[in-house]
């Protein structure tokens, strides 16, 4: 193995070091549609840290309130629903309650739910005003999940396998916490120029 393949742990963020300005998202509006899985508590974190409010969307109330509970923790404003509602009008509760939803991060979905959830987004934006960023999270082969050609908001994917790393160039495992921050600086205004692109969290594999 060569000596220059990177050994090191990342620097532990945390309340007092954060990877972005501390109120980059502070007048902004996450919506998370999950499982209330890991992955989503993570970017939950990441947002909630650096100032955003959550709307947190699960299949069942429990599973969005595993996501919205974490910005709750933070103390940021956060609601919970469930995705069988009607897309637009959920966008539009929750951008009443909290604010315009300017980035959206399905994590794991099925295509019917995100199809659903990206027309809505599309078609009913909460302030025209606003750049809007959808960031589309999925294991490895489900790019073709992103949708291009919109031009109501960018859109990127990242594909995770966190587990691979060790096997990589990285030479360890990957932690949630990593994929919080890079879908968190897909939506800030450091990475307005990006649209349209595939990243992939996996350790280096090639």
């Given at each position: 193995?060569?000596?220059?393949?990177?050994?090191?742990?990342?620097?532990?963020?945390?309340?007092?070091?954060?990877?972005?300005?501390?109120?980059?998202?502070?007048?902004?509006?996450?919506?998370?549609?999950?499982?209330?899985?890991?992955?989503?508590?993570?970017?939950?974190?990441?947002?909630?840290?650096?100032?955003?409010?959550?709307?947190?969307?699960?299949?069942?109330?429990?599973?969005?309130?595993?996501?919205?509970?974490?910005?709750?923790?933070?103390?940021?404003?956060?609601?919970?629903?469930?995705?069988?509602?009607?897309?637009?009008?959920?966008?539009?509760?929750?951008?009443?309650?909290?604010?315009?939803?300017?980035?959206?991060?399905?994590?794991?979905?099925?295509?019917?739910?995100?199809?659903?959830?990206?027309?809505?987004?599309?078609?009913?934006?909460?302030?025209?005003?606003?750049?809007?960023?959808?960031?589309?999270?999925?294991?490895?082969?489900?790019?073709?999940?992103?949708?291009?050609?919109?031009?109501?908001?960018?859109?990127?994917?990242?594909?995770?396998?966190?587990?691979?790393?060790?096997?990589?160039?990285?030479?360890?495992?990957?932690?949630?916490?990593?994929?919080?921050?890079?879908?968190?600086?897909f939506c800030s205004p450091y990475a307005r120029e990006i649209d349209g692109q595939r990243l992939r969290l996996d350790g280096g594999m090639v």
């Amino acid at each position: 193995m060569s000596e220059h393949v990177l050994k090191l742990d990342p620097p532990a963020f945390g309340p007092d070091r954060n990877f972005l300005p501390d109120a980059v998202f502070s007048e902004d509006v996450v919506m998370i549609l999950s499982d209330g899985s890991e992955s989503a508590q993570a970017i939950a974190d990441a947002f909630a840290s650096v100032g955003a409010s959550v709307a947190a969307v699960g299949p069942d109330l429990p599973a969005a309130k595993r996501v919205s509970g974490i910005a709750a923790g933070h103390g940021r404003k956060s609601l919970e629903a469930v995705w069988a509602a009607d897309p637009s009008s959920l966008l539009r509760k929750a951008a009443g309650d909290l604010g315009p939803i300017n980035n959206m991060v399905p994590v794991n979905v099925d295509d019917k739910v995100l199809s659903a959830f990206l027309k809505a987004f599309e078609g009913d934006p909460s302030d025209p005003g606003i750049m809007r960023n959808c960031v589309i999270i999925s294991s490895p082969g489900k790019s073709d999940q992103v949708t291009n050609g919109t031009r109501q908001f960018r859109i990127n994917h990242i594909e995770v396998d966190l587990s691979r790393g060790a096997e990589g160039l990285v030479g360890r495992a990957g932690g949630t916490f990593e994929l919080g921050w890079a879908v968190a600086f897909f939506c800030s205004p450091y990475a307005r120029e990006i649209d349209g692109q595939r990243l992939r969290l996996d350790g280096g594999m090639v």
